[in-house]
């Protein structure tokens, strides 16, 4: 029985309470397991390109679309581009 739960990603017991009809089967995608530091990271990643991304949207709001803007604004665009690449290669894996 343990076996079979553990196979199918939930407890025993919410097993044992489907086989007995007590509950209905709610199956949900598994999580996949990440390393923590790696999600922690990318958390302060993508909070530290918001903030990039705020900055350059007031300066274009204010009309500031000089070279520093420009290659702030190219540079984000290669970022995004690379966790992108990231998170679908952590989903192959």
Same mark, same amino acid.
């Given at each position: 029985? &343990?076996? #079979? $739960?553990?196979?199918?990603?939930? /407890? $025993?017991?919410?097993?044992? @309470? +489907?086989? %007995?009809?007590?509950?209905?089967? =709610? !199956? @949900? #995608? /598994?999580?996949? @397991?990440?390393? /923590? ?6 958390? =302060? ?8 991304? &705020?900055? %350059?949207? !007031?300066?274009?709001?204010?009309? =500031?679309? *000089? %070279? *520093?803007?420009?290659?702030?604004? !190219? &540079?984000?665009?290669?970022? +995004? @581009?690379? %966790?992108?690449?990231?998170? +679908?290669?952590? !989903? =192959?894996?």
């Amino acid at each position: 029985m &343990r076996a #079979k $739960a553990e196979a199918a990603g939930l /407890p $025993a017991a919410t097993l044992l @309470r +489907e086989a %007995l009809g007590l509950t209905e089967a =709610r !199956r @949900r #995608k /598994p999580v996949p @397991r990440v390393d /923590p530091a790696l999600v922690l990271a990318v958390g =302060r990643i993508g909070g530290n390109l918001n903030q990039i991304a &705020r900055w %350059l949207n !007031r300066a274009m709001l204010v009309g =500031r679309t *000089d %070279l *520093d803007s420009l290659t702030v604004a !190219r &540079r984000l665009l290669v970022i +995004e @581009r690379q %966790l992108a690449q990231i998170v +679908e290669a952590a !989903r =192959r894996c």
